[in-house]
Every structure is written in C-alpha cells, then in structure tokens.
C-alpha cells in the first residue's frame, strides 16, 4: 500500500478564535476536492474547539501543538491529550524545535508525551531536526539517530499509520532556506532505515516522514516528488489560503 500524503499546516502561536474559524473555513473549502491525500491544520489550543466545530463536515484532521505526558493533574500551562480529543483532535505535533530549542524540551521528555498520545489514540507526530551547527559539523545523522531512539523508546506499534515522524532542520525554519529535494531525500531514507532497524520493516514502510522547513507553493512539487517524502509539515506558508491550497494540491 503506498502511504497516503499527508499535507499539514502549523499554525503556532498565530490567530485568535474568529481569524482562526474563518481561515480553517476557506481552507475547507479548498480542500473539498481532495480525496488521494489528507490536510492537517494545527490551530493554537483556544482555537481548537471552535474550528473542530467549522470543519465537522470535512475530513480535515485537526491536530494539538503539543500534548501533556499525563492525562491530567498539576500541570500548570501543559494539555493532556484526553483534551485534545475532547476539543477534536486526532494527532498532536510533538517535539518541535521551537518547544526543544526555545522551550527546553528533552527527548525523555518527548518520548513521555509520545507514549501518552499512543495510549490515547492520538497519533504522534515526532518532529527532529539538526541545527546548522551540528549540520556544518557533520553531525546531522548522529543527531537525528538520537533523536528518533530516544524518541520513540520503549514504543511498541501495530501498525505504521500509529506514528508520524517530521523532519524539520532547524536552519530551514522560517528562514527561507529548504532543504534541496536530495537533501530531503537522503535524510528522509536515512530515518527509514533507521526506523526499520526499531520496528518491523513492514510497519516501517507504513511511517509516514513529512519534510517541513520553509514549504512553499514553489517548492512544494519537487519535495513530495521525493521517494520517501510523504507530506509536508508547513509553518509560514499554512496561514496563507492561496499558498496553502497550492500545497494540498501539490503535483508530483
Ligand atoms: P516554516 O514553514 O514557516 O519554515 O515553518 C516550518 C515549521 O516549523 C512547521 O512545523
């Protein structure tokens, strides 16, 4: 079974509850003939509610921007992934480099929350990277290796369509700086294998590994071209109704 792409638009920390009903709404309406692939929008948590409520009658996959290692509790500022399913959500985006590098995530403590998502039937998706440092200092591999062991420790899956890995370089974030197609590629075959070196390889083959880094609607096409590249994870480009639909209907 080829793995079905899957084109996905983070929001961060962008929008209030009515610009983010009205934009969910026209990417809607963009997405109404889509049937060979999935969107994914990623509102901020206050928006999650009000927007699952404007896409109830799409296919649109709404996702958190972060999800709590613990179902509830003392946890000033974290959500559970219990109330993200509650507002809608069926994914949530962990790891990110901005809750790493800003935020001073861990792997442990990513790991944590991708447990906690999986034994809530919210599908992870597990965000590496490398800085331009480590990359200049040819490390990049060393770092992602790292990065995806850690991440995915101790996790048992049944299937391949239960996770989801991006690969977002750190230098190509909001920089206008992409990744070139082979460079996505080779970095892209590379968690592959690594990925079949933790699961089985048939469970391996289902993963789907999203590039995301300065995504455009120029440079759209060529990426998804790209043998193990199976979506897009997209920041500044999502907020734009014209760019994004130009992404969910990449051509490749
Ligand atoms: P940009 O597309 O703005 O570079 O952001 C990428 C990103 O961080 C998506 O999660």
């Known amino acids: 079974m080829p793995r079905r792409p899957l084109l996905a638009g983070n929001w961060k920390m962008h929008l209030t509850i009515s610009e983010a009903k009205k934009l969910a709404s026209s990417i809607a309406q963009s997405a109404a003939d889509v049937q060979d692939r999935d969107v994914m929008i990623s509102p901020p948590f206050t928006a999650l509610a009000a927007v699952a409520e404007t896409l109830s009658d799409t296919n649109i996959i709404l996702a958190g921007q972060n999800a709590s290692w613990a179902a509830q509790g003392a946890f000033t500022g974290d959500i559970s992934p219990l109330m993200l399913k509650d507002a809608g959500c069926s ?55 790292k990065q ?67 995504v455009n609607a120029e440079n759209v096409d060529v990426l998804m071209a790209q043998k193990d590249v199976d979506g897009a994870l997209v920041g500044g480009a999502a907020l734009k109704t014209e760019s994004f639909d130009r992404i969910i209907h990449f051509q490749s």
């Open 91 to 145: 994914m949530a985006i962990l790891g990110h480099s901005e809750r790493r590098h800003i935020f001073g995530e861990s792997n442990d403590m990513i790991n944590k929350r991708v447990q906690s998502c999986l034994s809530t039937d919210l599908v992870p998706i597990l965000c590496i990277g490398e800085t331009l440092e480590e990359r200049e200092a040819e490390n990049t591999f060393r770092v992602l290796d």
């Open 148 to 214: 995806v062991r850690l991440g995915l420790k101790d996790v048992s899956l049944k299937t391949g369509n239960e996770i989801i890995v991006a690969y977002e370089p750190v230098w190509a974030i909001g920089t206008g700086k992409t990744a070139s197609a082979d460079q996505a590629q080779e970095v892209h075959a590379f968690v592959r294998n690594l990925l079949e070196d933790i699961f089985e390889k048939n469970i391996a083959t289902e993963i789907r590994i999203l590039y995301g880094g300065s």
